[in-house]
Each structure stands twice: as structure tokens, then as C-alpha cells.
């Protein structure tokens, strides 16, 4: 992944790193010995040895992308031969990395091979505009403790980070655990992050957040490796690993709320361009007359279908302030609130035909707080994609709701954690 990693007080390694107070939680061991193999001893390159290890990599880099393959999808997803996957498999189910259980595919009885329960725990934080989640869940991405907390509209970092640090030891406690019980946290923020220097790409678009390097910040105070995206890459990785857009070789991720961004996804990864800012949807201009933007262009599709621009038309309605309140007048019928939705939705519809003529992807998901609208916020996004979008042999891309609802963003937290955990050693994957 591009979340970039920072050092601050930790120990560097030769190009990853560990924490300072790193270690296994206690009462717990790692692997055995022989497959404990230190960053000094690097085997030939080229030599048998360091195929075997290169193909076990493989393996287990899929499986902490998938959750779980038989070991023919293994084959396919690896390029190794069934034989090969074979061996892998029983090599490390021998030595406790990997799980396998009997299933079945289409009829046919098949061996599903998982990632083993290891000692350790990731976890993730999703910051977005109005709220806070944490999680804290083992690197076989399994969730063992969550909590979500409301933030006020344009907080600032060092009090939320603050808050974060706390909240989160909180829930180690909880689990008997400690911070530095933890091998790595996820970090999601309502902002492109530029992978260079790790601060938000572009200014005015995360007031109390601009020209801090995010996951540095953070880093300092729970003493740990922080990884930060934004939250459209994260809440598309985890689609494209466990959701909707799971299989897709070319998706878009769709984040509708209080803002709107998106993630390119290609190859189930998220294409983050020179400086992060690639997918910055919202700011698409739809109207050259319209409201200027806190980007500082004119007519943004934020301005005309964000969660701020919507409960606007609501100003004089005192029960109208959260994109939560109009969601729940919209379920309950409310004229008003489902014509402002679908305008929202017709808005949005002609930014993604934009995109679609630009990237060609097969699969558009929506996610984020707005999509748990449904039907009312995405027939008319399909009615304008339809319109404007050029359509090819097999018409325009499906749009369809997350598979994660609004925890996608969270996942992906946990997600980006655990990719840089190697699971076979307990540290980070240089």
C-alpha cells in the first residue's frame, strides 16, 4: 500500500521498521525457530532457498489479501503450480502459519487454506469529518474490539490524536493487552495524503490538519509503526479484498458523506498518482457558476452533493443537522429529503461518467454514509451514468452498494496494518 510509514521515535530497520517497545503479547510465542529467519540472513539471490521463500511470500500475501482460497484459487491466484501450492501449504500448516479446512467448490470437495491465528493485534482508526472509529483486531483481520465516537465539524489533529491514544489504550486494557502489544496501526483521514511527505496533499481540504505529517504525529504518542491513506483508498481496499469489488480487475470506489472522494482500483489496489490526490471526485467542477469550494474552485461536486451542501437546503430546520437526519427522513418518507438525496445522486452520476470515460472500470461501488440511502441515492446515479457515460460492448459499469456499509473505511485501516505484519515473524515486512 502508499500509506506512508514514519520512524519518529521507533528504530529504523533496512526499510521497514519495528517499534521500540515491540513485543509479542504476553504468554504467547512466534514461529518456531527455523522459519524465523533475521533481516542479516538473506539467502542467495537466485538460489533454490530464496525461490522457496518467494513462493511461500506469495502464498501468504494472498491469503492476507483474500482471508481465505482453496488451494486451487491459491494456484490461481499465485501463478504457482497446484504441486507447488501443495507443498507451500503443508510446509507452513506443519509450522503453524497457515489453517486448512475440507469445503467444497462447485460440487467438488476442496482444501480452504487460511492464515493460522497468530499471536499479535493491529489496529485501525478511521477518522472522518464527524467521527472517529477504532478497532483492534488479530493480523488474521478477525475484529476483537470496536468503538465509534462523534467529532466535532473541523476538529483538530493534536486533540483528536490525543483522544485517539487514549481511546485506544482503553480498549487494550480491555483485552488484557497494552499498546505496545500491538504490531501496527491503519490510519484512514477524510484527505488525500501525499505518499512523499505524508501531510495532506492539497490545502483547505482538512482544516487543523493541514502540514502535519499525519501518521508521525500519531506515531509518537502510541509509540508504534502508523500507516495512513485516505479514507476512498481504504474503504476500496477493503472492498476489493472482502466486499463488492472483490474479483473486480478494475474498479472505482466511491465514498459519498459528508464529503466525496473516490479510490482507483486497479488490480484490487488503490492508484494513489504523483501526490496522493488522484480520485479527488468531490472536486470535480459541475458547475463553473456555482458555490465556491473549500478547495477554492467553483461549483465542486462537493458543493452540490456533499453532506454540508444538502443539510444547507435544511437550514432553517433545527432537526436537520447531521447527514444521519436526513437519512432517516428520507427512510421515513419525507418528500423533501429523498428529492434532496437524489439530486445528490443525479450529481454524482454525472462526476462518475467523467471518470468512467477516463479509466474504463468494470464496477463503480458507492460507499460511505449517503449510500446506506440506496435505491433512492443510486437508480438516479445509474440513470446518468447511463447518459453521459460512453458505453461499451457490455453498456456502462454497474453501480452497486458497498458490501461493508460504513465500516469499509475501518477494514481498510485493518487491512493496511496487517500488510505491513509479517505474519511469520511478528514484525513489520520490510
Not at 470437495?109 to 491465528?117: H, Q
Not at 488490480?267 to 488522484?278: D, E, I, L, R, Y
Amino acid at each position: 500500500m502508499n500509506g506512508r510509514l514514519f520512524r519518529s521515535s521507533l528504530t529504523a530497520g533496512r526499510s521497514g521498521i519495528k517499534a521500540r517497545h515491540h513485543r509479542p503479547i504476553r504468554g504467547k510465542r512466534l514461529l518456531p525457530a527455523k522459519l524465523c529467519r533475521v533481516a542479516a540472513r538473506h539467502p542467495t539471490p537466485g538460489s533454490q532457498t530464496s525461490l522457496r521463500e518467494a513462493n511461500r511470500a506469495r502464498v501468504i500475501d494472498s491469503l492476507k489479501r483474500h482471508g481465505h482460497l482453496t488451494q486451487v484459487e491459491l494456484a490461481g491466484a499465485t501463478g504457482l503450480s497446484p504441486a507447488t501450492v501443495s507443498n507451500i501449504v503443508k510446509e507452513l500448516s506443519t509450522s503453524g502459519v497457515l489453517a486448512t479446512s475440507t469445503t467444497s467448490r462447485s460440487g467438488r470437495r476442496a482444501v480452504e487454506v487460511t492464515l493460522a491465528r497468530r499471536p499479535g493485534l493491529v489496529a485501525g482508526m478511521h477518522f472522518s469529518s464527524r467521527h472517529l472509529r477504532v478497532a483492534v483486531a488479530d493480523v488474521d483481520r478477525t475484529i476483537v474490539a470496536e468503538n465509534h465516537v462523534p467529532l466535532a465539524l473541523d476538529h483538530r489533529h493534536d486533540r483528536e490524536l490525543d483522544r485517539a491514544t487514549l481511546l485506544l489504550a482503553d480498549m487494550c486494557e480491555s483485552l488484557d493487552a497494552e499498546l505496545s502489544d500491538l504490531l501496527a496501526v491503519g490510519m484512514a483521514v477524510p484527505a488525500p495524503i501525499d505518499v512523499r511527505t505524508g501531510m495532506v496533499s492539497t490545502p483547505g481540504l482538512l482544516r487543523g490538519w493541514e502540514g502535519v505529517p499525519v501518521a508521525e504525529a500519531l506515531s509518537e504518542r502510541v509509540q508504534l509503526p502508523v500507516f495512513v491513506d485516505s479514507e476512498a483508498n481504504l474503504g476500496g481496499l477493503a472492498e476489493a479484498r472482502s466486499g463488492a469489488a472483490r474479483g473486480a480487475a478494475g474498479a472505482v470506489y466511491l465514498h459519498v458523506g459528508h464529503t466525496i472522494s473516490a479510490a482507483l482500483l486497479v488490480g484490487g489496489t488503490p492508484f494513489p498518482g504523483v501526490s496522493g490526490k488522484a480520485g479527488q471526485i468531490g472536486h470535480v467542477t459541475i458547475d463553473e457558476n456555482g458555490p465556491i469550494c473549500r478547495c477554492g474552485s467553483r461549483g465542486c461536486l462537493d458543493t452540490l452533493a456533499g453532506g454540508p451542501a444538502l443539510l444547507e437546503l435544511f437550514r432553517d430546520d433545527p432537526g436537520m443537522q447531521r447527514v444521519r437526519d436526513l437519512l432517516l427522513r428520507a427512510e421515513s418518507g419525507d418528500a423533501s429529503a429523498r428529492r434532496v438525496i437524489a439530486d445528490a445522486g443525479r450529481h454524482i452520476g454525472i462526476a462518475a461518467a467523467s471518470l468512467t470515460n477516463l479509466i474504463d472500470p468494470d464496477l463503480i461501488v458507492v460507499g460511505g454514509e449517503l449510500a446506506t440511502a440506496g435505491e433512492i441515492l443510486l437508480s438516479p446515479m445509474r440513470h446518468a451514468l447511463d447518459r453521459s457515460a460512453l458505453a461499451g460492448a457490455d453498456g456502462v459499469p454497474d453501480i452497486v452498494q458497498g458490501a461493508l456499509g460504513e465500516r469499509a473505511e475501518l477494514h481498510g485501516c485493518l487491512a493496511l496494518a496487517v500488510d505491513s505484519v509479517d505474519v511469520g515473524l511478528g514484525v513489520l515486512t520490510p
